[in-house]
C-alpha cells in the first residue's frame, strides 16, 4: 500500500500529543462527542476551500500567511484524520486533498521536524539572526522573569477562554527551540487575542503579542504543538533576556511589566467566566465557530463565508453529547493509528473506502 | 522528616515546600495566601491569580499537558498533575514538599 512520506511522522509525533493527555481534562466539555454530528460537513467545506482554491491557479507557497501557523496547522490535520474517521464517511478524495493542502504548506514554512517531535522550527539561521538584530534581547532581573512568566500565563488563560481547549494553538505558538551562542531561544505568539469575530464583546484594543526569550543551560522539547513544550529546568530562573512586544510597541521594565501583568490577569479569568457561564448549548456553538476561525483567512480569500452554516448548526443544536467516542488515551501506536483514523486515510490515499 | 504520600505525573521541574491550599473555584481566592501549595482536581483559567502566588500545584487528574501544566511550566512553578488522589489525601494547612521533577509530594512532619 502507498503511503505518503509525512505520514509516519504525522503518527509518531501526534502519538505522543495524547498519550500524555488525560481524557477527563478536556475543556469546556468532552467535543469528541458533538464531532459525529457535523464533521461530515465540516470536510467538505474545507474541501471546497481546497478546490477553490485549486481553480483560481492559487499557488500555496504565495500565500503562507492565509495558514494557521505550523502549530495550529499540524493540530488541524490531525482533527481532519479524526473527523473523517468519526464521521463514517466513505471519500477518499476528500480527506486526501485537504490533508496535501495542508501538508504542502507545513513542507513549505517547517525547516526541519515537520511534525515537531522535539522542534517547532520556522526560522533558518538568517532569518533567526535578522529578528534578533531587529529585535535585540534585553538583559532581565529575577523579579522581573517572574511578572514575565506570569503574563504568560495570563496570556495563556486567555487564550483558553478565546479559543476553548481545541482551538488554542491559533493564538498561542511557541517556535523554536533555536540555539544561538550557546543561548537558547524560543518565540512565544498569541497573534489573535482579540478575535471580535467570535466575541463581539471584547472590549479591550490589545491583540498581538510576541515574545523573544533567550535562556541559558536550558534545553526544552516539543510534542506536536508548540504550547506543549517541555523544559529541563524552571523557565523562569534560567531566562537571560526577552523581547516584548505589543502591536508591534516593545515594553519593557518591570514597571511595564507588573502594569501588564495586573490588566491581564482579570481579564483572562472573566474571559473563561465567561464562556464557561454560557451553558453547554451556546459552548456547542462556539465550539463550532472556533473550529472554523481557524481557517477564516483561506475562506475569505477563496470567497466562502467562514461561519458554520445553518444546516451544520442544526446538526448540533439541541443534540446530547455521544457518550464514549473516544474513551481513553492509554494504547499503543497500533491502537493509536487504528483508533484516531490514520489507517483509513492511509487507505484513502490508496483510493479505498 | 518527610514521608512520600502521594505521587503523579511530574508537569513542571522544581522542588517547593509549602502550606496546602485546597481549592475548588475562583471563590477561594480570598483565602489563598503567598507560597501556599495549591491543591485541586484540576486547574482552569479562573484560578490563574492563585496559581500566580502558588509555590507549587498538585492536581487530581490532568496530563502533561493540561492547564496547570502548561501554565506552571510557564511560572516555573513545579507541578505534578494526575495524583487521582491529591484533593482527598491533601488537608488545608499540611506542610509539604512538592517535588516536580520526579512527580512526588512528601508529607513533612513538624
Known sequence: MKIPDWVQPFIDSSYHLWINHDPQSHLPFDAWGLHPYYNELWLKKIYEMVKKFNEKGYKISDYLDYFPNLSSTRFIMLMNTIHYQTSKMDAPEIISSIQDFFVTSLKLRAKDDLFALEKNVELNDD????????????????????????????????????????????????????????KLYLIRSFPDSRPIDIWPEIDWQFKDFSIITEYEDFSAKMAFVGCHITYSASAVEKLTGYNFQIDGKEIMGLEELKKLRETLMPIAASQYEKFMGLGLEDQKIKYVMQEHYQLKKLFDLVGIDWKPTDEMMGKIINKKLIEGVIKSYDMTKAEYAERFGHNKMICAYNGIN | M?????????????????????????????????????????????????????????????????????????????????TKTATSVLKDGMLVEVDGSAGKIYLIEE
Open chain 1, 127 to 182: 532569518q533567526l539572526n535578522r529578528l534578533l538584530m531587529k529585535r535585540p534581547v534585553r538583559s532581565v532581573g529575577s523579579e522581573e522573569s517572574r511578572e514575565l512568566g506570569k503574563i504568560l500565563v495570563a496570556l495563556a488563560s486567555l487564550t483558553h477562554g478565546l479559543y476553548n481547549d481545541w482551538c488554542t494553538d491559533l493564538n498561542y505558538e511557541i517556535s523554536g527551540p533555536y540555539v544561538k551562542d550557546k
Open chain 2, 2 to 82: 518527610q514521608k512520600l504520600i502521594l505521587e503523579g505525573t511530574a508537569a513542571s521541574v522544581g522542588q517547593a515546600t509549602g502550606r496546602v491550599r485546597l481549592v475548588s473555584s475562583s471563590a477561594d481566592s480570598s483565602k489563598f495566601k503567598d507560597g501556599e501549595v495549591l491543591v485541586t482536581r484540576l486547574t482552569n483559567p479562573t484560578m490563574i491569580m492563585m496559581m500566580a502566588k502558588a509555590c507549587a500545584i498538585v492536581t487530581d487528574i490532568g496530563g502533561l499537558t493540561s492547564h496547570p501544566a502548561i501554565v506552571s511550566r510557564e511560572m516555573g512553578t513545579p507541578c505534578v498533575v494526575s
